[in-house]
C-alpha cells in the first residue's frame, strides 16, 4: 500500500478564500454567525431509518447577514457548519467570486482604473496599508509633495500586482516589472494621475480638497511613534560586516525618505522594497536602491541576473534573505503601514535579529532557534520516540528550510508493511530487504518485507519513508530511502526527514567539504543525490554562510574550524560542585539541566553573558547538545553544578544569541575568548525499559541481574572479572558492595562517556574503601578499556568470569554472533554470563506499564508504539531463539550452557523478562585454548591499582 504524504504545514500555493472570508470581506462585523447542537436522528446519511437513539452531538450554524438570514445543515464540526452557511449565503446573493481572466486590453484598462481608484478621496481615508504612504507623501515638502513611488504601489496593492500578472507572467516574480507596467499604465491617463519619470513616483493632478487632507494629516501630525528606528545596514561587500544603525523618522513627512537618504539615494522613489521575510505577518523589508531606470526593460525577457551584474552590484547578503535580487548596500527594517492602524508600525531590528535571521536557515540554526538554546541546542543525531524529542519536528524544520530556500517542498512517501507474525524464525530475520524493482525514477521502491526480529504478537504493521526533494523546476535534487522500519507513520516520517537535515547541515554549513565526504555521509544516511542541482539551487547559502562569519575573519578568531568534524579527546573527568545524589543520566534517559553561557576573556576577568535557560530537557547519548555539554553533564549526578569553558563556536551563533552585541563584538575583538558555560543537572527522567525495570519488578530487574552475577561468582569462586559492555559500570559498582573474592575486575565498553561515568563513580568508591580498616576482601585492581567487544584483546584472556548483561541485544545481530565466538574462542573464560531480553515476556511488560508522561492524546501509550523495550535494541529474542544461539555457540567451542533469567519464573508463561545463558568451559579441554598474543585492541581509559596508592608494608 502506498501513501503520499504532502505536507500541509505550509502549502505553496494559496488556498482559495473561504466562504467564510468572501464573507467577511464583504460584510465585515455585521456577519452574524449563531451555532447550535441538533441531534441526529438519521443514522449514516440514512434519513429512512429514523433510528430513536442517540446518535453524535452535531451543529448547525445560522447566518445573519444585513439582507438575508441563512441556515447551515448539520455537520460532526462547528467550524463546517460556519463554512457551509457562508457558501448558502454566497449563492443566495450571487456574490460567487468569478475568476479574474481578463484579456490583456481589459488588463490594461484594469489597471488604469485601479490607479484612479487610489488616487480618488476616498481612498486616502482608508485603512488600507497604502493609504498611509498617500498621507505621508501629503506631508513631504517642495516638489516632492503628494508624490507617491511606484515601487509603493506596486508592492502594497495586491489588485495591481493581480492584474500586472495578467499583462505579462514575468511580473509574478518581477517587481520591476509591475512598476513599470504601473508606469505605463499611468501615462495613458492624464486626466488624474501624473507620472513623474524620472522620480519614478505618482502623483494626483488636481490637489485633494482640503476637507479630506486634514483630518489624516492631523492623524500624521500626532504620530505615536518613537523619533528612532533601529535598522540594520546590509553592505553589497561580503568584505563588509552588517552593522546596526539608528534612523530619525519621527517630525520628517515620509519614512522612506529617510531610508531613501540613507541608502545615498536622496528620496523615497528610488528606494526599492522587498518582500516581507520570515512570517507573512511581519513588515520586515530589505530596502536598497532601485536600478536604473534604463536596466528594467530588459527584465522582462530574461535572466535578470546576467543584464544587471554589470552595471550594478549584487547585495548577496540582502538577495539571500529576500529571495529577490538586490543591489547595492541595503537596509533591513521592520517599519511600515498596516491594515490595522493609520500609525506607521516599526520594530526594532538588531544585529541579533539579523544573525538569527542567518543561523535560521540551516538545519542545525533552525533546531536551535526552535529550542531558544543557540549555544547549547543540537540537531539530534536520531529521530528515537516522539516522546523523547524536543524542540521544532525534523519534518517541520524541512519544509521551512525548504521554503527560505525557495525549492518545493519535499514529497514524503510512506510504505506500509505488513509483518508475518506465525512463526518463530530460529536464524532470525533482522532487517527488512528494501528491493528496488525499477530504476525508473517514478516507480517507488518496492519493500520486500520479511517479518521483525522475532514474532509480534498478534499481526503488526510497520512503516517505512521515503523523501524526496525536487528544485523549483521538478529536477530531483536528493532522495532519501532508509531502510528502517517504523512502527508508527510519524516516526518513521521524522526519521527519514532528520536524515536529510544532517546531511543538509553538513553540506551547508561546512561549504569546504570534500565531495568524497559528502557522498561517504550521504551513503550512510540512505541519501542519493544530485550534487549538481544542490550546489545550483544553495549556491548562495553556502557562500553567504562562509561570508557570514566575516566577523570572525576580520578579528582573526580563525580557530573556526570548517571540516567540524575532529574527534576531539574528550576529558576525563569535569570538576563538578555539590553532593553525588547517586541519580546519573543514562543514554537514552532524558537530562533536564538549567545552564547560563558567557564569553569570558583567557584570564577570565572580563566576562560577557550570552544566553540562559531554566530548564533545557534532552536526549542523552544522542548529541541533541554541545558536545563538551553532554560530556559534562553524564558526569553529574542530579542536584550537582558544573563550570565548562570550550573553544568559541562560530560567530553567527554568538551574535544570534547575544543579547548586547556591541558588547558582545568589542570583547570577541579585543582578546582571545572562550565559552564559559554553567550547567546544573535538575533532573533525569529514565528510557522506558529502565521506568518498567524498576516499577514492576521488586527488587529492579537490574538489581535482580547484579544479585545474580554475584551468586555465580561467589559459587565459582572467582578472583577476576570481565564485564563486556559495561556501560557507566553499574555491574561492577555494585560488585564492590558485596564481599566477594573479586581481586581485579575490568570494564570495556564503547562508549567512551559511559566510560567516563564508570571510571568517576569507580574511582571515589574505590579510594573510599581503601580508607577503611580491612583491606583483605578488597579488590586489588580496576581497568577500564575503551573497544568493541568484538574484537580480540590478549590482556583478557583467561579470566575466571566474564559478564556481558543487556549487551548483545544492542549490537546488530551478526556482531552478537561474532561477540560469541571471538569470547569462547579467544577470550576463554571460565564462565560467561550472557544476558538479554525475552521477547516474549513484552505482552506482561505493555499490558503494565506505568502511564507515560507525555500528554499528547496521540500518543496511547508509549510501549505499544515501540516493538522493542528500548529504541536502541537491534533485536529481541524469544526463548526458543535465545537457546538456539546459546546451544549452537556453546557446542561449537566446548563449552557447556544451562539457562536461567531474572523476572518471572521459568516454569510460568511467558519465562523470565531477562533470560540469562551460562557458558561452562569444559576443562579438559584448557590446553587447547593456549593464549594468543596479538596486538592491543583496546585503549586503556582508566586504570586502578591498589599497590600505587598503599604504603608498602616491609
Ligand atoms: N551492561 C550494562 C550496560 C547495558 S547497555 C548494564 O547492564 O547496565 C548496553 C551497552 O553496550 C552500552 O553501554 C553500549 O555502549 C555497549 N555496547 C554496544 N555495542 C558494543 C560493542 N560492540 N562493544 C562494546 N560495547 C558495546
Ligand atoms: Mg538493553
Not at 475568476?99 to 484612479?116: F, G, N
Not at 517541520?396 to 521554503?403: A, H, Q, S, V, Y
Not at 528544485?471 to 526519521?495: G, M
Not at 583567557?602 to 541533541?624: I, P, Y
Request: charged share 25%; aromatic share 8%.
Amino acid at each position: 500500500m502506498m501513501e503520499a504524504v504532502k505536507s500541509t504545514s505550509n502549502a505553496a500555493k494559496k488556498p482559495l478564500m473561504t466562504p467564510k472570508a468572501i464573507i467577511h470581506q464583504r460584510f465585515g462585523d455585521k456577519a452574524i454567525y449563531k451555532v447550535e447542537e441538533v441531534q441526529d436522528l438519521t443514522q449514516n446519511g440514512c434519513p429512512g431509518l429514523a433510528v430513536l437513539q442517540k446518535g453524535p452531538c452535531l451543529y448547525r450554524c445560522t447566518l445573519l447577514l444585513p439582507e438575508i438570514v441563512v441556515v447551515s445543515d448539520s455537520f460532526k464540526r462547528k467550524k463546517d457548519a460556519e463554512q457551509s452557511a457562508a457558501e448558502k449565503a454566497i449563492e443566495k446573493l450571487g456574490i460567487r467570486q468569478k475568476e479574474y481572466k481578463p484579456t490583456i486590453l481589459e488588463a490594461w484598462d484594469d489597471l488604469t482604473s485601479r490607479l484612479v481608484f487610489l488616487f480618488a478621496n476616498e481612498f486616502l481615508s482608508s485603512l488600507h496599508p497604502l493609504s498611509g504612504h498617500f498621507r505621508a507623501a501629503l506631508r513631504r515638502e517642495g516638489h516632492f509633495n503628494g508624490c507617491v513611488p511606484v515601487s509603493v504601489i506596486a508592492l502594497y496593492d495586491a489588485k495591481i500586482g493581480n492584474i500586472c500578472i495578467h499583462i505579462n507572467p514575468a511580473a509574478e516574480s518581477n517587481p520591476l516589472l509591475v512598476m513599470s507596467l504601473v508606469l505605463k499604465a499611468a501615462a495613458k491617463q492624464n486626466d488624474m494621475v501624473l507620472p513623474f519619470e524620472e522620480q519614478l513616483s505618482l502623483k494626483r493632478r488636481n490637489p485633494y480638497p482640503p476637507e479630506i487632507i486634514q483630518p489624516s494629516t492631523d492623524h500624521g501630525s500626532s504620530l505615536c511613534y518613537g523619533s528612532t528606528i533601529e535598522v540594520i545596514r546590509i553592505p553589497a561587500s561580503p568584505y563588509k560586516d552588517v552593522e546596526a544603525l539608528k534612523l530619525n523618522i519621527a517630525e520628517t513627512g515620509y519614512y522612506l525618505d529617510v531610508i531613501g537618504h540613507e541608502l545615498g539615494v536622496n528620496e523615497a522613489s528610488n528606494v526599492l522594497i522587498s518582500r516581507t521575510i520570515g512570517k507573512a505577518s511581519s513588515e520586515l523589508r530589505i530596502y536598497s536602491p532601485a536600478p536604473k531606470r534604463q536596466l528594467w526593460e530588459h527584465l522582462s525577457e530574461h535572466d535578470v541576473k546576467q543584464h544587471i551584474h554589470l552595471e550594478e552590484s549584487l547585495n548577496e547578503r540582502a538577495s539571500y534573505f529576500s529571495g529577490q535580487f538586490v543591489y547595492g548596500d541595503a537596509i533591513l527594517a521592520s517599519v511600515g503601514y498596516t491594515w490595522k492602524s493609520t500609525d506607521l508600525f516599526h520594530e526594532a531590528v538588531a544585529l541579533r535579529t539579523y544573525y538569527r535571521i542567518l543561523v535560521n536557515r540551516i538545519p542545525n540554526g533552525a533546531y536551535k532557534i526552535s529550542r531558544e538554546a543557540i549555544l547549547a541546542a543540537n540537531l539530534p543525531l536520531a529521530f528515537t520516540t516522539r516522546n523523547n524529542w524536543r524542540g521544532s519536528l525534523p519534518r517541520d524544520i524541512l519544509c521551512t528550510i525548504c521554503r527560505f530556500h525557495h525549492i518545493s517542498e519535499p514529497v514524503f512517501s510512506v510504505q506500509l508493511i505488513s509483518s508475518d507474525s506465525s512463526q518463530d524464525l530460529p536464524e532470525s530475520h533482522k532487517k527488512l530487504e528494501v528491493m528496488e524493482a525499477d530504476r525508473d525514477e517514478k516507480s517507488e521502491a518496492v519493500l520486500a518485507a520479511s517479518c521483525g526480529s522475532g514474532n509480534l504478537v498478534g499481526s503488526t504493521e510497520a512503516s517505512s519513508c521515503e523523501v524526496k526533494i525536487y528544485s523549483k523546476k521538478q529536477e530531483l535534487i536528493l532522495r532519501c530511502s532508509p531502510q528502517e522500519a517504523y512502527r508508527k507513520q510519524n516516526d518513521a516520517i521524522q526519521s527519514a526527514a532528520l536524515k536529510v537535515l544532517s546531511w543538509l547541515d553538513i553540506f551547508l554549513e561546512k561549504p569546504d567539504t570534500s565531495v568524497e565526504k559528502l557522498n561517504a555521509v550521504a551513503k550512510k544516511l540512505d541519501i542519493h543525490l544530485s550534487l549538481h542541482y544542490l550546489s545550483k539551487e544553495f549556491a548562495s547559502c553556502q557562500s553567504i554562510h562562509k561570508c557570514g562569519i566575516t566577523i570572525a575573519q576580520s578579528l582573526k578568531l580563525l580557530n573556526y574550524n570548517c571540516s567540524g568534524n575532529v574527534v576531539k579527546d574528550e576529558p576525563a573527568f569535569v570538576a563538578v560542585a555539590g553532593q553525588s545524589s547517586g541519580i546519573t543520566p543514562s543514554n537514552g534517559s532524558l537530562a533536564s539541566v538549567c545552564y547560563s553561557v558567557s564569553l569570558v576573556t583567557d584570564g577570565g576577568r572580563m566576562k560577557e553573558h550570552l544566553e540562559s535557560c531554566e530548564e533545557f530537557e534532552f536526549e542523552v547519548g544522542n548529541e541533541a547538545v554541545l558536545p563538551d555539554l553532554e560530556v559534562a553533564v553524564a558526569q553529574m549526578t542530579v542536584g550537582q553544578s558544573s563550570n565548562v569553558q570550550t573553544e568559541l563556536v562560530p560567530c553567527e551563533l554568538i551574535l544570534a544569541a547575544a543579547g548586547d552585541s556591541a558588547a558582545t563584538l568589542s570583547l570577541l575583538s579585543s582578546r582571545s575568548c572562550k565559552l564559559e558555560y554553567n550547567i546544573t543537572l535538575m533532573r533525569v527522567t529514565e528510557p522506558l525499559e529502565e521506568r518498567m525495570e524498576q516499577a514492576l519488578f521488586s527488587p529492579p530487574l537490574s538489581k535482580q541481574r547484579v544479585e545474580f552475577a554475584v551468586r555465580h561468582i561467589k559459587e565459582f569462586s572467582a578472583s577476576s572479572l570481565v564485564d563486556f559492555g559495561c556501560g557507566s559500570g553499574s555491574l561492577l559498582d555494585s560488585l564492590l558492595l558485596y564481599p566477594t573474592s573479586l581481586e581485579k575486575i575490568v570494564g570495556v565498553d564503547i562508549s567512551r562517556r559511559s566510560l567516563a561515568r564508570a571510571a568517576k563513580s569507580l574511582h571515589t568508591k574505590l579510594n573510599s574503601l581503601l580508607g577503611a580498616k580491612d583491606t583483605s576482601s578488597v579488590i586489588k585492581s580496576a581497568v577500564l578499556y575503551d573497544g568493541s567487544i568484538t574484537k580480540y584483546d590478549s590482556r583478557l584472556h583467561g579470566f575466571d568470569i566474564a559478564t556481558c548483561l543487556e549487551v548483545i541485544e544492542h549490537m546488530e545481530e551478526k556482531d552478537a554472533c561474532l561477540f560469541g565466538d571471538v569470547v569462547l574462542s579467544s577470550f576463554c573464560p571460565k564462565f560467561l554470563i550472557v544476558s538479554t531480553p525475552n521477547y516474549e515476556y513484552n505482552v506482561i511488560l505493555q499490558g503494565s506499564t506505568p502511564q507515560s508522561q507525555e500528554e499528547d492524546p496521540n500518543e496511547k501509550n508509549q510501549a505499544q508504539s515501540c516493538k522493542f523495550r528500548n529504541h536502541d535494541h537491534k533485536f529481541e529474542w524469544t526463548r526458543s531463539q535465545f537457546n538456539h544461539w546459546a546451544s549452537d555457540l556453546a557446542a561449537r567451542h566446548n563449552y557447556s550452557v544451562a539457562f536461567s533469567g531474572v523476572g518471572g519464573s521459568a516454569d510460568t508463561e511467558p519465562g523470565f523478562a531477562s533470560q540469562i545463558a551460562i557458558f561452562r568451559r569444559s576443562d579438559d579441554d584448557y590446553d587447547r585454548v593456549a593464549k594468543m598474543e596479538f596486538g592491543h585492541q583496546y585503549v586503556v581509559l582508566w586504570e586502578w591499582n591498589i599497590e600505587d596508592l598503599l604504603p608498602k608494608k616491609e
